[in-house]
Each structure stands twice: as structure tokens, then as C-alpha cells.
């Protein structure tokens, strides 16, 4: 049997209104019907997580994190970011078959994600990821570390200062990145009917930390929303899927 033609390619279009009898041939509908939109994510930065006590020790004594109700409501002032990807690092083979070059993966590489966040009245927001640069980074003088504070570091003016790197056991941690779908309602006509869980898919990036909090414009042209956007590294990421309690 010839090999041209195969795989098959399988059918060229769909039908625009019921699938063919046994399924073979779906529906518009049951392929289009329900395509995922941008606007339902939630970023968690996991700050209640006492497993890394240094950081969020340092969060604290900072006032940023002993509060458990102010520390969840970080997360919701995400106001964009992406799904984090991935790239394969090649290599080209020469020689090995005359007249052709293969390619091998060498690496996968995991490029950092970008976060923009709006910033609150009280600019917490602000010193919550400068505090957590200043606890990788921390500012050292010749009667040893300078302390996080709520007023800053206002004191680290000495010219005989410097900085020493902190353990990166102590400042990497997990940051989940989860992008659901709206219908939550088991009965979209019944706004206080039961609310279901719906499918979901979870990113977890392991071992991250801020490495870039990018400048923040202002300008007296117009007023709007201060936003800023911090980029973080990270080792890998890995993939939970959850399926939901919908029907």
C-alpha cells in the first residue's frame, strides 16, 4: 500500500448546525460553543505561606504581610500577565547524513513572566515588591543588616554601605497563576442558584522571585489608574488541570 496521503487528513469542514449521526463529524457548536476568554485569571502569590519565614518575616516587619486579609488582597490587583511558555534550545547536526541538518534539543528554557499590577492609595503595593528585592538583595553596614520597617529604609544613606545577597532558599518561592471560565451558575437565570466550580488550569511557577520592578511614569497630562509591572524568573513551571464541578 502506498504511503502517500497518510496520515489521512480527516474531514475538511464542519456541520454548521447538529453533528453527523455517531459523532464522526462534530458541529459547529460543539467546537466553537464555549472558547476560553482573557479576562478570567487570578494571580496568587501565596503570601500567607509561612513555609519560607524569612521573606514573609521580612514582609511583616515591614506591614505588609501580618495582616491575613490585607496580605490575600494582593493577589486581585493583577490586572494582566501572560501564560508562562516555553522554548527548546537546539543544536544542529552536520555530517552525519550527507546533504542533511538535523536539530536536537540541547535545553528547554522557560522565559520570565511579566506581571502588571495596579498600584493602591496607600502604595503598599509598591513597597510589597521592593521589600521582597530588598530581602534578596538586603543592605548591609559594618554593624550588620538594616531591618525592614513600615516606614522604609530611610536610615541606609552611608556611603560605607553595601549589599549582600541572601540565600535563595530564602527569598524563591511558588507563584500560581490559574485561568478559569466564567459560569460559575449552575442556572444562568437564577443569579442565587448553586455555584459550581468551574474547569480550570493552574500554572504553578516554582522557585520565583522578582527581578525586574519596572519605572513608574507620572504626568500631570491627564490622570489614570497607576499601574506598574513587575517581571519575575523562575526555574520551571508545572500544569494542574482541574476539571470542575460543572455540568
Known amino acids: 500500500m502506498s504511503e502517500a496521503g497518510l496520515p489521512r487528513i480527516g474531514p475538511l469542514y464542519v456541520r454548521m448546525t447538529t453533528p453527523s449521526p455517531g459523532?464522526?463529524?462534530?458541529?459547529?457548536?460543539?467546537?466553537?460553543g464555549k472558547l476560553s476568554v482573557t479576562s478570567q485569571f487570578k494571580v496568587s502569590l501565596h503570601l500567607t505561606n509561612?513555609?519560607?519565614?524569612?521573606?514573609?518575616?521580612?514582609?511583616?516587619?515591614?506591614?505588609?504581610?501580618?495582616?491575613?486579609?490585607?496580605?490575600?488582597?494582593f493577589d486581585f490587583f493583577c490586572s494582566g500577565t501572560s501564560l508562562p511558555g516555553a522554548v527548546m534550545d537546539t543544536i544542529d547536526e552536520i555530517g552525519s547524513r550527507q546533504g542533511v541538518i538535523e536539530k536536537?534539543?540541547?535545553?528547554?528554557?522557560?522565559?520570565d513572566v511579566s506581571m502588571e499590577?495596579?498600584?493602591?492609595?496607600?502604595?503598599?503595593?509598591?513597597?510589597?515588591?521592593?521589600?521582597?528585592?530588598?530581602?534578596?538583595?538586603?543592605?548591609y553596614t559594618k554593624d550588620g543588616r538594616y531591618r525592614a520597617s513600615p516606614s522604609g529604609q530611610g536610615d541606609a544613606k552611608g556611603r560605607p554601605d553595601f549589599f549582600?545577597?541572601?540565600?535563595?532558599?530564602?527569598?524563591?518561592?511558588?507563584?500560581?497563576?490559574?485561568?478559569?471560565e466564567r459560569d460559575f451558575l449552575e442556572d444562568p437565570n437564577n443569579s442565587r442558584g448553586?455555584?459550581?466550580?468551574?474547569?480550570?488550569?493552574?500554572?504553578?511557577?516554582?522557585?520565583?522571585?522578582?527581578?525586574n520592578l519596572t519605572a513608574i511614569p507620572v504626568t500631570y497630562e491627564g490622570s489614570i489608574i497607576t499601574k506598574t509591572t513587575v517581571v519575575f524568573?523562575?526555574?520551571?513551571?508545572?500544569?494542574?488541570?482541574?476539571?470542575?464541578?460543572?455540568?
Request: charged letters at 25%.
Open 23 to 32: 459523532g464522526v463529524l462534530p458541529g459547529a457548536r460543539d467546537i466553537f
Open 233 to 247: 524568573s523562575y526555574t520551571r513551571y508545572v500544569i494542574e488541570k482541574n476539571n470542575g464541578s460543572r455540568k
Open 164 to 180: 549582600r545577597f541572601n540565600y535563595p532558599d530564602d527569598y524563591k518561592r511558588i507563584i500560581s497563576i490559574t485561568k478559569f
Open 194 to 211: 448553586k455555584i459550581l466550580s468551574p474547569p480550570s488550569i493552574t500554572y504553578r511557577l516554582i522557585e520565583a522571585f522578582p527581578v
Open 104 to 111: 536536537f534539543p540541547t535545553r528547554r528554557v522557560y522565559p
Open 50 to 73: 509561612n513555609n519560607d519565614a524569612n521573606l514573609m518575616g521580612w514582609l511583616g516587619a515591614a506591614g505588609l504581610t501580618n495582616n491575613i486579609r490585607t496580605a490575600n488582597t
Open 117 to 139: 499590577f495596579y498600584v493602591d492609595y496607600d502604595y503598599k503595593l509598591i513597597r510589597l515588591f521592593e521589600e521582597w528585592m530588598n530581602f534578596i538583595n538586603p543592605i
